[in-house]
């Protein structure tokens, strides 16, 4: 039998060679233009730009100022949307601190809630169509208020991230 399985093997080996012989490897652009008609989407970005400091000008108000719901939600949605990667918790590292006074496009609830929305150059994206407006403005109170910009009394009082441990549990 292994002679005989011998002379049926060789063939179809010797077929399958041809086979792939004659396939030919398609050809692939490195750069392909888009087609004709399609739109390129153009990123949309404020009129509100970085600058020198300008004179304080009358603040508007969020939705959730000196709301402690609203802020702790904002702190949820904060951790929840990865703020933390970039910012850290508030103190900056890849991102600009919040918990400063130095604030590059503004602490005014709206410029904060722009920032969100629009995303900023060199590294904020735009979180627009990716969160409900209302969840914004929370993430706006959570911001405000670490940089102290919102009533000490409708603060978290701690970080979600820092747990207590039972004795014993590692």
């Not at 080996?13 to 398609?26: F, K, V, W």
């Not at 990865?82 to 590292?93: S, T």
């Not at 496009?105 to 929305?117: E, K, Q």
């Not at 009533?151 to 979600?160: E, F, G, I, Y």
Request: a positive charge; proline letters at 12%.
């Amino acid at each position: 039998m292994p002679t005989r399985l011998r002379f049926v093997m060789l063939p179809l080996a010797a077929l399958a060679a041809l086979d792939l012989g004659g396939c030919r490897r398609e050809k692939r652009r490195i750069e392909e233009p888009p087609p004709s008609g399609a739109r390129v989407a153009s990123i949309q970005v404020g009129q509100l730009q970085p600058g020198p400091k300008l004179p304080p000008s009358p603040e508007t108000s969020t939705p959730y100022e000196a709301n402690a719901y609203g802020i702790s939600e904002g702190q949820r949605l904060y951790g929840w949307f990865n703020c933390v990667g970039c910012h850290a918790h508030g103190g900056g590292a890849i991102g600009p601190p919040l918990m400063d006074d130095i604030w590059i496009y503004g602490s005014d609830p709206a410029n904060v809630f722009a920032s969100i929305v629009e995303g900023r150059p060199n590294g904020m994206p735009s979180y627009r169509g990716k969160i409900p407006n209302y969840q914004v403005w929370q993430i706006v109170a959570y911001v405000r208020s670490l940089g102290g910009l919102e009533p000490k009394s409708a603060t978290p009082v701690r970080d979600d991230h820092l747990q207590a441990k039972r004795k014993g549990s590692p």
